[in-house]
T-cell receptor, first 111, second 116 residues
């Protein structure tokens, strides 16, 4: 059973809208990550956090922003969605044994 | 620099046959190695990891992987493939010398198709 939750699972939204993808984990992990993945393709790290009030940009430039006000919560926001943002977004957290736990993902379509 | 290579984009195998999904890595220190599986429209699921100890690691769903330091490889194997094993498989590595940086370096993924 997943201990990391992403909502919504699917989202279709119009261009220019502001959206927030939610990610919450109940495991007390300090490290959290956002990845962007096109279907069947590689993972691209877009944001990560090593703890509360700590956020860093990942390897792939992204117009999204993140915040980490609480340990368990790591939301991702797009201020103005565009069709180029259409993708799957995966949230993950990391434990002391170095493994990642992933959420089920949010599949975003911007029309 | 750290890197992971999965040399095969796709692997096809008949049901009941053994399967191998290849992974090689490059790190400056000792590697921490991982395999994850992704089913369509889902997040990644952890299969197994090598941190230290026995070179043969057993994981979920009957999968295993062997750490080979001299060949810098961590190939994923299963003795008898099932159609339900068809999925996308990712290898990942982290350098043990990376300190508090727990970012994993990911391979590009290998699509496994098991034919009935």
């Amino acid at each position: 059973e997943a201990d990391i939750y992403q909502t919504p699972r699917y989202l279709v939204i119009g261009t220019g809208k502001k959206i927030t993808l939610e990610c919450s984990q109940t495991m007390g992990h300090d490290k959290m990550y956002w990845y962007q993945q096109d279907p069947g393709m590689e993972l691209h790290l877009i944001h990560y956090s090593y703890g509360v009030n700590s956020t860093e940009k990942g390897d792939l430039s992204s117009e999204s922003t993140v915040s980490r006000i609480r340990t368990e919560h790591f939301p991702l926001t797009l201020e103005s969605a565009r069709p180029s943002h259409t993708s799957q977004y995966l949230c993950a957290s990391s434990d002391a044994y170095y493994g990642y736990t992933f959420g089920s993902g949010t599949r975003l379509t911007v029309v | 620099a750290q890197s992971v290579a999965q040399p095969e984009d796709q692997v096809n195998v008949a049901e009941g046959n053994p399967l191998t999904v290849k992974c090689t890595y490059s790190v400056s220190g000792n590697p921490y190695l991982f395999w994850y599986v992704q089913y369509p429209n889902r997040g990644l699921q952890f299969l197994l990891k090598y941190i230290t100890g026995d070179n043969l690691v057993k994981g979920s769903y009957g999968f295993e992987a062997e750490f080979n330091k001299s060949q810098t490889s961590f190939h994923l194997k299963k003795p008898s493939a099932l159609v339900s094993d068809s999925a996308l498989y990712f290898c990942a590595v982290r350098d043990s010398n990376a300190g508090n940086n727990r970012k994993l370096i990911w391979g590009l993924g290998t699509s496994l198709a098991v034919n009935p």
